[in-house]
């Protein structure tokens, strides 16, 4: 579940934690992963990249919820029950100059 969430993210996977609960058949499931964001001053200067990027920090936690909810379920056929994304930073890709 590690690699789901650190795909998702995009994020390496050992910067990804996944604790997961089972009871009966269902799944309880928390996700600590750093979010990638762009810096604030870009994002003034180009709005469109929060949209683009899928959204506020918010409506991208709620997306990804769903989403490594719906593909944890369908890899393991278990009901994911719960799922919480905790974020654990917001690492920012950085400019490569060109020489």
């Not at 009871?23 to 990638?36: C, E, Q, Y």
């Not at 994002?43 to 997306?63: C, F, I, K, N, S």
């Amino acid at each position: 579940m590690e690699a789901i969430s650190a795909d998702y993210f995009a994020v390496p996977r050992a910067r990804v934690s996944v604790r997961v609960r089972e009871d009966a058949g269902l799944l309880s499931i928390t996700v600590s992963a750093p979010l990638p964001i762009p810096l604030p001053a870009e994002a003034a200067r180009h709005p469109d990249l929060v949209r683009e990027g899928g959204g506020t920090v918010y409506q991208r936690a709620e997306t990804a919820r769903a989403a490594i909810g719906d593909r944890v379920r369908r890899l393991t056929g278990s009901p994911v029950v719960r799922l919480d994304i905790r974020l654990t930073g917001t690492p920012r890709t950085e400019k490569k100059k060109l020489q």
